[in-house]
């Protein structure tokens, strides 16, 4: 029997970043800020916000300090005690009760298929939440939430991804989906190709969000090397499209591939507009510079 409520997610990070040399050499993308918080903690406040209750990073070498982030700093929130900075210490008292933290290593960067399996130990026999941490998504309902609520209402057994239209000439960057309708932001997935290189089946593209049963680990164990050499989720979920099905959520909000440099860019542009103490300040700096780039 499923739970009724999503428990566990996963979090690949364990990619070596080349798009974000060098910065990504060393410290992990997935702790660049977007306004002051890294990446990878919007992850975790959304997978809260969805209901989960664990979340499992995959890391791979100098990715420590993610793991980190979510724990308790005891020296530092002494200090701040001793200095009786309140708001700073309830800052932090919350972000290391925020979710439970746990990680594991793949230690070759075979594949996102692969950075998965990484974590069936952990999940045992119990439906998956998988958030690629580079994709930070904006919507009234997170987009975690909504596909839970998808994945619960169409019984526990189909799988749900998270979908959006991308300009077809950046088709070949995605998995890429043809589907039926099934209600009004639902369809039925028929077929799903991983970065197809020519006449992608449409320009439905999957974006870093899923919801799994568990039946996914038996289908990554069968996957060989795809796309790239690597072991791709994708292929998984191909064999999963007839039985026991695969649903599309389609998603409405705003999405920020912060791995990318002008996507992270733009996230923090976003973000920062935002907070109301950065709004009006930055709205002025903003158009100050466009006025001088344009002339
Ligand atoms: P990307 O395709 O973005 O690759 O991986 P990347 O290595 O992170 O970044 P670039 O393209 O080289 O700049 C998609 C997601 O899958 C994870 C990544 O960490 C990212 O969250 N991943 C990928 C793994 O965890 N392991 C892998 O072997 C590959």
Redesign the pocket.
Same mark, same amino acid.
């Given at each position: 029997m499923s739970k009724p409520t999503l428990s566990k997610v996963v979090v690949?990070?364990?990619? =070596? %970043?080349?798009?974000?040399l060098p910065f990504s050499k060393v410290v992990p993308?997935e702790m660049l800020p977007i306004v002051d918080k890294p990446a990878v903690q919007y992850i975790a406040e959304e997978a809260v916000a969805a209901g989960a209750k664990q979340m499992l990073l995959?890391t791979s070498r100098n990715k420590e300090s993610m793991e980190d982030h979510f724990d308790m700093a005891f020296e530092l929130e002494a200090v701040l005690r001793g200095r009786k900075k309140e708001s700073e210490l309830e800052m932090l008292s919350k972000l290391s009760k925020l979710i439970e933290v746990a990680s594991v290593r793949?230690q070759q960067? #075979? %594949? #996102?298929g692969?950075?998965v399996l990484c974590a069936k130990p952990w999940v045992g026999d119990e439906p998956i939440g998988v958030m =690629?941490?580079?994709d930070l998504l904006e919507a009234p309902t997170p987009c975690m939430r909504s596909l839970w609520e998808c994945f619960a209402r169409f019984g526990h057994s189909m799988g749900v991804v998270a979908l959006m239209e991308v300009p077809w000439e950046k088709t070949h960057q995605y998995g890429i989906v043809s589907a039926e309708r099934v209600e009004e932001g639902v369809v039925r997935i028929r077929s799903i190709v991983e970065k197809p290189p020519s006449n992608p089946p449409s320009n439905l593209a999957v974006i870093g969000r899923y919801m799994l049963p568990p039946t996914l680990f038996g289908e990554l164990e069968k996957t060989g090397r795809g796309a790239g050499g690597?072991i791709q989720l994708t292929d998984a979920l191909a064999r999963m499209v007839d039985a026991p099905g695969l649903l599309g959520y389609l998603f409405k909000g705003r999405r920020f591939d912060t %791995?990318d440099k002008l996507g992270f860019l733009e996230a923090n542009v976003a973000y920062a507009l935002k907070r109301p103490e950065l709004r009006a300040p930055f709205l002025a700096y903003l158009r100050q510079l466009l006025e001088t780039e344009s002339t």
């Amino acid at each position: 029997m499923s739970k009724p409520t999503l428990s566990k997610v996963v979090v690949p990070a364990a990619g =070596l %970043g080349t798009r974000f040399l060098p910065f990504s050499k060393v410290v992990p993308k997935e702790m660049l800020p977007i306004v002051d918080k890294p990446a990878v903690q919007y992850i975790a406040e959304e997978a809260v916000a969805a209901g989960a209750k664990q979340m499992l990073l995959v890391t791979s070498r100098n990715k420590e300090s993610m793991e980190d982030h979510f724990d308790m700093a005891f020296e530092l929130e002494a200090v701040l005690r001793g200095r009786k900075k309140e708001s700073e210490l309830e800052m932090l008292s919350k972000l290391s009760k925020l979710i439970e933290v746990a990680s594991v290593r793949q230690q070759q960067p #075979l %594949g #996102l298929g692969h950075a998965v399996l990484c974590a069936k130990p952990w999940v045992g026999d119990e439906p998956i939440g998988v958030m =690629l941490p580079d994709d930070l998504l904006e919507a009234p309902t997170p987009c975690m939430r909504s596909l839970w609520e998808c994945f619960a209402r169409f019984g526990h057994s189909m799988g749900v991804v998270a979908l959006m239209e991308v300009p077809w000439e950046k088709t070949h960057q995605y998995g890429i989906v043809s589907a039926e309708r099934v209600e009004e932001g639902v369809v039925r997935i028929r077929s799903i190709v991983e970065k197809p290189p020519s006449n992608p089946p449409s320009n439905l593209a999957v974006i870093g969000r899923y919801m799994l049963p568990p039946t996914l680990f038996g289908e990554l164990e069968k996957t060989g090397r795809g796309a790239g050499g690597e072991i791709q989720l994708t292929d998984a979920l191909a064999r999963m499209v007839d039985a026991p099905g695969l649903l599309g959520y389609l998603f409405k909000g705003r999405r920020f591939d912060t %791995g990318d440099k002008l996507g992270f860019l733009e996230a923090n542009v976003a973000y920062a507009l935002k907070r109301p103490e950065l709004r009006a300040p930055f709205l002025a700096y903003l158009r100050q510079l466009l006025e001088t780039e344009s002339t």
